[in-house]
């Protein structure tokens, strides 16, 4: 159910919707070039380049924001553009004047919104978008609605994977964005193998994506140069503003089976432990690793001790 407020609001913004109406003519220098876009989509006011590249509103829960979206037509015919909030968060709760805009050529139409912040929204970054479609194109505005209060900088990483490919490997994993603030994480990865040592290291880079609170995004590292024969553990660590970090680790053993000598396989069994050495000789003779009680066969008992000794 809506606050009284917000019904006053959206009374406001019906009344207001004349004001779409209210075309501002063009001057013939603005017209659309050859080939151009039939109408453009921005935060009013924006105009000549030098203005608001997408919406900022700031404060507290349960505040209404009001503001104006600007739809202009550049061109020589009317069109008709529709329009809707979009994303969580401050998409939900975009109220516009209207669903629909036509526009008349050369005409800009001003169309006021507003966004109500619930009372109990927590504080933090709350993005969404205002998305306009019409003439066989579509765009969004963003809203970077930012709720104030405490902020958290929270980032993990999860579900990390090492899969053989071709010559090498891929590198799978997950970030999670946990707090309630935007964030652009940067990751480093360093990957050290039981016989070759530090096998892989990369510094810290930023990636390319910007994660929203509670985003989830996966993502993917190439090794190419993976080792032949080795057990490695992978470590990845993602680091952003505000203090956030996380690390994970996996592990993934390398062995060629069809070319593995006897001397270079016994290293990695023994060097792994015992419990991965009875797996490994079990799995090198065709037999997959059980739990059953019968005693193990004098060539198999011998390397069960062998590696319950290191």
């Not at 609170?213 to 032949?228: F, H, L, S």
Request: glycine share 12%.
């Amino acid at each position: 159910m809506q606050s009284p407020r917000s019904v006053t609001h959206a009374v406001r913004l019906l009344a207001a919707a004349s004001v779409v109406a209210v075309a501002v003519s063009l001057p013939p220098s603005v017209a659309a070039a050859d080939g151009g876009p039939a109408w453009t989509a921005a935060p009013s006011g924006s105009g000549g380049g030098d203005g608001r590249p997408y919406f900022y509103l700031e404060g507290v829960a349960g505040t209404v924001f009001e503001d104006k979206l600007a739809l202009t037509n550049t061109g020589s015919k009317p069109h008709t553009v529709g329009l809707r909030g979009t994303g969580e968060g401050a998409g939900a709760w975009i109220v516009l004047a209207t669903p629909e805009v036509k526009i008349p050529p050369r005409t800009r139409a001003e169309v006021p919104f507003t966004v109500t912040v619930p009372p109990g929204a927590a504080p933090g970054d709350h993005p969404g978008a205002i998305v306009a479609s019409g003439a066989g194109r579509e765009t969004d505005v963003r809203v970077h609605l930012r709720v104030s209060g405490p902020r958290l900088a929270a980032l993990t990483v999860e579900d990390v994977t090492v899969r053989s490919r071709g010559d090498g490997a891929v590198i799978g994993y997950a970030l999670v964005n946990r707090g309630n603030t935007t964030l652009t994480p940067r990751l480093a990865v360093r990957a050290e193998g039981l016989v070759g040592g530090e096998l892989l290291y990369r510094s810290p880079r930023t990636l390319p994506e910007r994660l929203a609170p509670g985003e989830r995004v996966e993502r993917t590292e190439p090794w190419p140069d993976a080792p032949a024969l080795d057990s490695v553990t992978v470590r990845l660590t993602a680091t952003a503003a505000g203090g956030a970090r996380g690390e994970a680790t996996a592990s993934a053993s390398f062995v060629p089976w069809g070319t593995v000598t006897g001397a270079a396989l016994l290293v990695l069994v023994l060097g792994a432990g015992g419990g991965a050495a009875w797996r490994v000789v079990r799995r090198r003779h065709g037999k997959p690793p059980t739990t059953d009680t019968q005693p193990p066969t004098k060539p198999e008992r011998h390397l069960a001790q062998a590696g319950a000794t290191t």
